[in-house]
């Protein structure tokens, strides 16, 4: 086990390393110019600088709070709908067709709209957050409610349970695997469209923090900024996987349980 | 009579043609007795079944208990399944407390009565344990406490060995064997492996298929608890190999 653990963190250290070492090799050269590409020394400084003087924390504070309301509003609103529309086939086949259409779109295309509606401030960047987060959720929930096994309907209808216990008992925590998915994937693409939603409109927050960057030609802290946004995402995702197993596990059915 | 079955047919229409699944069934079956019902597959067993439990209606016909017409499911006839129907996201516990859960009792006395049932299937070190990390055996038995927990009068059971290893199979039939003689329950038991059903049942229905529907009732007048290899339980077993024409039809009454 400590053996694995090793090798593994060996490996993330080898690969960086090379990516690094190549990066320093295109600086080396002498084709691209500092501004175009700054060199790793000058990013880590520029890393280090914006851990030092707390800006990376106001930001990141900033960024986060906005991201746990609007993924949070995602999760009520997508899971509750879901069950709804996932129970009612009939209702869904009209509701379908309009989600099908709304869901390719960019959230950042609702934009203008977004800004005329809810003003500007913390609302626009969790609006977009919150349109990211809901249509995956709102999808697997609602195939989650349709696969779920008619034999435990069927159980459950034979020991007397009705509607509302049949949903928190049975169609809930049966349709569970499948939501946790799309909670899963509607984190990755809420992470994603933070960043863009501070870009277009906010005063503050990592995407802020990189245009601010961009607008007073400081290129070091966009690279820097990006790796930082990358790394908190990543963790973020670590997070949710370490919930999602141990919410599994205690609803019995991790994978490694199985035989 | 306690369970009366009347001229029950069920048709199904399927892309406008239309199929007998089962074709008027007389039977009657007494408080108490353990019934098998015996046939291929397609011959409408489980069809009689989901009518007795009021899972599904005749399209002719009625199913009556206590002089009732059955017209949907009630806690007083359990069905249990061939794949168990456990939650697996549910503990043994919580499984077993499933049926206790729409009845107004305490979660401490729910509790109490369901480590009971546990104890019953005797499962109680299990009772922690989750539905994947047991045996078939073991889940079937987890099937059993949670139907009996809520004490019904009659168990329906929807070919409840039939994804069990044979050995463990003659392990569960002792097991229900038991059960019924000590909660005397009514067992409806759909099978359709022919020694199960002369162990089990005190009267055999012989279903045939297309369309489905009942051939002959055959007594099983055996002690309990049976021997699987006596003599006669070795000549009932022929009988019913005979009904169904699996055995050329032997003429002599009387072996040597």
């Known amino acids: 086990m400590k053996m694995e653990i090793l090798k593994k963190a060996s490996r993330i250290v080898i690969s960086i390393s090379v990516l690094v070492v190549i990066w320093q090799l295109a600086v080396f050269s002498g084709r691209y110019e500092p501004s175009l590409l700054p060199s790793p020394a000058k990013v880590f400084e520029g890393m280090s600088e914006l851990i030092k003087d707390g800006t990376l924390l106001t930001h990141f504070r900033v960024s986060l709070s906005r991201f746990f309301i609007g993924y949070l509003a995602s999760i009520v609103a997508g899971i509750t709908l879901g069950l709804l529309l996932g129970w009612n086939k009939k209702v869904w086949s009209f509701i379908e067709p309009i989600v099908q259409v709304l869901r390719p779109v960019s959230p950042i295309a609702w934009f203008p709209f977004i800004v005329l509606w809810f003003g500007i401030g913390d609302a626009p960047a969790i609006v977009i957050i919150f349109i990211a987060g809901f249509y995956p959720i709102l999808l697997s929930t609602v195939s989650g409610v349709g696969n779920v096994d008619a034999i435990y309907l069927k159980v459950a209808d034979n020991f007397g349970i009705r509607q509302p216990q049949m949903l928190f008992k049975i169609i809930l925590p049966a349709a569970f695997p499948l939501i946790a998915n799309g909670l899963h994937i509607a984190l990755g693409s809420a992470w994603v469209f933070l960043v863009a939603g501070e870009m277009v409109g906010a005063q503050s927050g990592l995407g802020f923090l990189i245009i601010d960057a961009r607008n007073s030609l400081r290129s070091d802290l966009v690279l820097a900024g990006i790796i930082f946004i990358g790394v908190l995402g990543l963790l973020l995702d670590r997070l949710i996987k370490f919930l999602e197993t141990g919410i599994e596990k205690q609803w019995g059915i991790s994978r490694r349980g199985m035989n | ?256």
């Not at chain 2, 055959?218 to 024409?245: N, Q, Y």
């Open chain 2, 1 to 256: 009579m306690y369970i009366s079955i009347e001229g029950a047919s069920r048709e199904y229409f399927f892309k406008g043609r239309r199929t007998v699944s089962l074709e008027k069934v007389n039977l009657e079956i007494q408080k108490g007795e353990f019934i098998c019902l015996l046939g291929p597959s397609g011959c409408g067993k489980t069809t009689l079944l989901n009518l007795i439990a009021g899972f599904d209606r005749p399209t002719s016909g009625v199913v009556k208990i206590n002089g009732e017409v059955v017209t949907k499911p009630s806690v007083n006839r359990i069905t249990i399944f061939q794949n168990y129907g456990l939650l697996p996201w549910r503990s043994v516990l919580r499984n077993v407390e499933l049926g206790l859960e729409s009845k107004k009792i305490s979660k401490k006395e729910r509790s109490k009565i369901a480590e009971e049932y546990i104890e019953l299937v005797g499962l109680s070190a299990y009772k922690k344990h989750h539905p994947a990390q047991l045996s078939g055996g073991m889940q079937q038995r987890v099937a059993l406490a949670r139907a009996l927990a809520v004490d019904p009068e009659i168990l329906l059971m929807d070919e409840p060995l039939g994804a069990l290893d044979a050995m463990t199979r003659m392990t569960m039939q002792d097991e229900i064997e038991r059960l019924w003689q000590e909660k005397k329950k009514t067992i409806i038991f759909v099978t359709h492996d022919i020694e199960e059903a002369v162990f089990l049942a005190d009267r055999i229905v012989i279903m045939t298929p297309s369309p489905g529907k009942v051939k002959s009732v055959i007594d099983v007048p055996l002690a309990r608890k049976r021997d699987r290899t006596g003599s006669d339980f070795l000549k009932i077993r022929d009988r019913v190999f005979a009904e169904f024409e699996l055995k050329a039809s032997d003429k002599t009454e009387y072996y040597l």
